[in-house]
């Protein structure tokens, strides 16, 4: 009758995903991204859920190829120089991973705007300073060239006496518009969502409304041909200069001769909507006849980035 009583627990141990020592096995891994982008020195935090919680496995983190991204026993990413890869973590049988692409980190040139500094060159860039970069929807944190289908983060159709109608879960200062009715009268992109914080690190930030005026009136613009960019001067040191290239109209594919960059303001009254700004050479000699305005569209368009700090 004992032995008959000892085969019966050991089934009910093994059915309950326990070995004969009482140890839970490991039934799924799972990251809180599939995909992440990275400037050259930047860490960021993957986090890791184990099923059932308390499994009993080792957890191994591994790159593919660290020259690129390393991982450390925490799951800290840190990117080393330009390219991709996947960071992989292991528990038991059971794996997940993580592809990472580095990008090249700008400089912070002072323009003279009151201490806010613009970076050298837009997110995403391995190249030249008046290369693209990467597009984005707004409040995504991954590009579109990562996630050929890019979903805009809180930001949904719903069908409401039978018509489809678009309504936000975030960033919504109009109840009309908001899921359920849903506002938190958030006006401008948290570091949780900006792009330029996630990926260059803490203190880069996407530039608001404002920051876009003040850079059109207290700095001077140039039209470059041969780099097909403006080039935005310091008046009080001429030394000090960016490049704003243009970019084109990524998706659908138009207005090549414009370039297009994501402010971090929401559109106050349509909140499914945020502005952008957006830059034309029309003038063949005076850049002070050239476009350069604050626009409003879509939040799901996509849109170039070039970031801004305050040191």
């Known amino acids: 009758m004992k032995k008959v009583l000892f085969a019966l627990a050991l089934v009910a141990l093994v059915a309950c995903g326990k070995d004969g020592g009482g140890k839970k096995s490991v039934e799924s891994v799972m990251l809180d991204r599939s995909m992440m982008m990275l400037g050259e020195r930047v860490m960021s935090h993957l986090h890791l859920t184990v099923k059932p919680s308390k499994a009993d496995a080792e957890v191994e983190w591994s790159s593919d190829n660290p020259s690129v991204a390393m991982v450390n026993p925490a799951g800290v990413v840190s990117g080393e120089s330009c390219g991709e890869t996947y960071i992989r973590v292991k528990a038991g049988d059971k794996e997940d991973r993580c592809k990472v692409v ?16 613009w970076a050298s060159k837009n997110i995403g860039i391995s190249s030249a300073e008046t290369s693209n970069g990467e597009a984005f929807a707004w409040a995504s944190i991954v590009p579109k060239s990562m996630n050929p289908n890019p979903p805009t983060p809180y930001f949904t159709r719903v069908e409401i006496d039978g018509v489809y109608k678009e309504r936000v879960s975030k960033y919504c200062q109009n109840a009309e518009y908001g899921l359920n009715g849903y506002t938190d009268n958030l006006s401008v992109l948290q570091g949780e969502d900006d792009p330029a914080t996630q990926i260059l690190g803490s203190g880069w930030r996407t530039p608001t409304q404002n920051e876009f005026f003040q850079l059109t009136q207290n700095c001077n613009w140039f039209w470059d041909e041969s780099k097909k960019a403006f080039k935005i001067v310091n008046r009080s040191d001429a030394n000090k200069m960016i490049y704003l290239p243009i970019t084109g109209n990524p998706e659908p594919a138009y207005d090549q ?15 499914t909507s945020a502005y952008w700004f957006e830059i034309k050479h029309v003038h063949p000699t005076d850049a002070n006849y050239d476009l350069h ?6 939040r799901y368009a996509l849109k170039y980035i070039r970031a801004v700090r305050e040191d």
């Open 293 to 298: 305005t604050v626009v409003d569209g879509k």
């Open 257 to 271: 001769e414009e370039g297009y960059y994501w402010t971090a303001t929401l559109q106050g009254q349509y909140p």
């Open 102 to 117: 580095v990008c090249q980190m700008p400089e912070a040139v002072d323009l003279g705007l009151g201490g806010v500094k």
